[in-house]
T-cell receptor, first 115, second 111 residues
Framework: DAGVIQSPRHEVTEMGQEVTLRCKPI?????LFWYRQTMMRGLELLIY????????DSGMPEDRFSAKMPNASFSTLKIQPSEPRDSAVYFC?????????????FGPGTRLTVL | DQQVKQNSPSLSVQEGRISILNCDYT??????FLWYKKYPAEGPTFLIS?????DKNEDGRFTVFLNKSAKHLSLHIVPSQPGDSAVYFC??????????FGDGTTLTVKP
């Protein structure tokens, strides 16, 4: 398996532009998570899905952020309009929700820079 | 309210010695605790976990200890190797599946 795939790996955009981050989870996994990592706030959970349904989006910073999971193999995180303070590394992770430890498998991340 | 805390931002140890990374939590509902390791420019990778019903779990050079009364867990790495140099995140999971991560501890193992 190729693991969790994220694209793009790097994104540089100007303030006010729309940004779309993409994630392909590991096949068979039924939970998907979006995280943001910054120096100031560490690793923050933004939103997570179980079986393509958003379960908890309390970490989404504001209405400029939205996430979708139209099917089990694809999710997007969109920022519109983007602001310089959105600059961070965004990670997608997936897991197989079962009765066990349910460890998460992370993608390589997307480094977003908003100028 | 930070439910998972790693109070030491960094730790430096000599190769061959023991590394001890600590983590404190506040929520009694956590049922699993996990450690992840992260290298620069990569996503975190799962390292080891422990169920809340256990007090120790060992996997090779890595051992995690859980003290529920103190709401404290620790990760021991023995012997430490230079390749262990990374950021280590402690995470705690509620039964619904959501995990809360600590801020991480940067471990440096000197040759």
């Amino acid at each position: 398996d190729a693991g969790v795939i994220q694209s793009p790996r790097h994104e540089v955009t100007e303030m006010g532009q729309e940004v779309t981050l993409r994630c392909k989870p590991i096949s068979g996994h039924n939970s998907l998570f979006w995280y943001r990592q910054t120096m100031m706030r560490g690793l923050e959970l933004l939103i997570y899905f179980n079986n393509n349904v958003p379960i908890d989006d309390s970490g989404m910073p504001e209405d400029r952020f939205s996430a979708k999971m139209p099917n089990a193999s694809f999710s997007t995180l969109k920022i519109q309009p983007s602001e310089p303070r959105d600059s961070a590394v965004y990670f997608c992770a997936s897991s197989l929700r079962s009765g066990g430890q349910n460890e998460q498998f992370f993608g390589p991340g997307t480094r977003l820079t908003v100028l | 309210d930070q439910q998972v805390k790693q109070n030491s931002p960094s730790l430096s140890v000599q190769e061959g010695r023991i590394s001890i990374l600590n983590c404190d939590y506040t929520n009694s509902m956590f049922d699993y605790f996990l450690w992840y390791k992260k290298y620069p420019a990569e996503g975190p990778t799962f390292l080891i976990s422990i169920s809340s019903i256990k007090d120790k779990n060992e996997d090779g050079r890595f051992t995690v200890f859980l003290n529920k009364s103190a709401k404290h867990l620790s990760l021991h790495i023995v012997p430490s190797q230079p390749g262990d140099s990374a950021v280590y995140f402690c995470a705690a999971r509620i039964p619904a599946g959501k995990s809360t991560f600590g801020d991480g501890t940067t471990l440096t193992v000197k040759p």
